[in-house]
C-alpha cells in the first residue's frame, strides 16, 4: 500500500530557531499533500495543502509565513517552522493521497507524526 | 461550509462489549465520508470509507453505513478488543475542494 514517511519523528528546539520537517511518498507520486496540526486535546486542525510546483493554499488564521511549506517534487513536501516559540509546540502530520487516479474518493496516506517541543 | 460532528469521548468500554461512536455531517454536496484511527505515538491510517448513500465500510470487524436522510456515518462494532483502544475520527472529503474534513475525534478506551 501506500506510503508516507516523514521526518523526524520527534524534535526539541530552542525558541527563534527555525525548524524543517520533511514528508515523503515513497512509492507513489503525491501533485497534492496536506499538513495538519494536533492539539493535545486531539482535535485535527488542517493547516495547509501544498500543491506540487506552486504555492500552497493555507486554511484561515494559518500564517503563511510562520508555516512555510514547499513542495518541489511528486514525492516531497516540507514544512519549516520559522522563529519557532513555545505555543508553536505541537504534534504535526502530513498526508498525501495516493497516486495516479486518485480523487477525493480516495483515502488519506498519513505520516506517523512529528513532535515538536519548543523550549 | 463543510463540518463534521462526533461524540466527545473518552469512551470506555469492557472487552466484548458492543460499541457504537456517533458521527454526523454537513456538506452541500455528495461527499465520501472516512473513518480513520489513530494508535498511540502514531499517524492516522484509514479504518473504512463509503462514497455513496447507503454504502457501508467494513474493516477488522468495524462498520459505518452511510445515511443520507440522517447526513450520518456512525461507527459500530459488535465485540471490542483491548487492542481497538485508540482515537477513532471521522472525516468527510467533497470533490469541490479536495479537503479531508475530521471531526475532533473520539477516544476509546477497552479495559481488559
Known amino acids: 500500500g501506500a506510503v508516507v514517511s516523514q521526518h523526524p519523528s520527534w524534535v526539541i528546539c530552542k525558541s527563534g530557531t527555525s525548524v524543517k520537517i520533511e514528508c515523503r511518498s515513497l512509492?507513489?507520486?503525491?501533485?497534492?499533500m496536506f499538513w495538519y496540526r494536533q492539539f493535545p486535546k486531539q482535535s485535527l486542525m488542517l493547516m495547509a495543502t501544498?500543491?506540487?510546483?506552486?504555492?500552497?493554499?493555507?486554511e484561515q488564521g494559518v500564517e503563511k509565513d510562520k508555516f512555510l511549506i514547499n513542495h518541489a517534487s511528486l514525492t516531497l513536501s516540507t514544512l519549516t517552522v520559522t522563529s519557532a516559540h513555545p505555543e508553536d509546540s505541537s504534534f504535526y502530520i502530513c498526508?498525501?493521497?495516493?497516486?495516479?487516479?486518485?480523487?477525493?474518493?480516495?483515502?488519506?496516506?498519513f505520516g506517523n507524526g512529528t513532535r515538536l517541543t519548543v523550549t | 461550509g463543510n463540518s463534521v460532528t462526533q461524540m466527545e469521548g473518552p469512551v470506555t468500554l469492557s472487552e466484548e462489549a458492543f460499541l457504537t461512536i456517533n458521527c454526523t455531517y454537513t456538506?452541500?454536496?455528495?461527499?465520501?465520508l472516512f473513518w480513520y484511527v489513530q494508535y498511540p505515538g502514531e499517524g492516522l491510517q484509514l479504518l473504512l470509507k463509503a462514497t455513496k448513500a447507503d454504502d457501508k465500510g467494513s474493516n477488522k470487524g468495524f462498520e459505518a453505513t452511510y445515511r443520507k436522510e440522517t447526513t450520518s456515518f456512525h461507527l459500530e462494532k459488535g465485540s471490542v478488543q483491548v487492542s481497538d483502544s485508540a482515537v477513532y475520527f471521522c472525516a468527510l472529503s467533497e470533490n469541490r475542494d479536495d479537503k479531508i474534513i475530521f471531526g475532533k475525534g473520539t477516544r476509546l478506551h477497552i479495559l481488559p
Open positions: 498526508s498525501a493521497r495516493g497516486g495516479t487516479g486518485s480523487s477525493y474518493n480516495s483515502p488519506l496516506h
Open positions: 456538506a452541500t454536496g455528495y461527499p465520501s
Open positions: 512509492d507513489f507520486q503525491a501533485t497534492t
Open positions: 501544498s500543491n506540487e510546483g506552486s504555492k500552497a493554499t493555507y
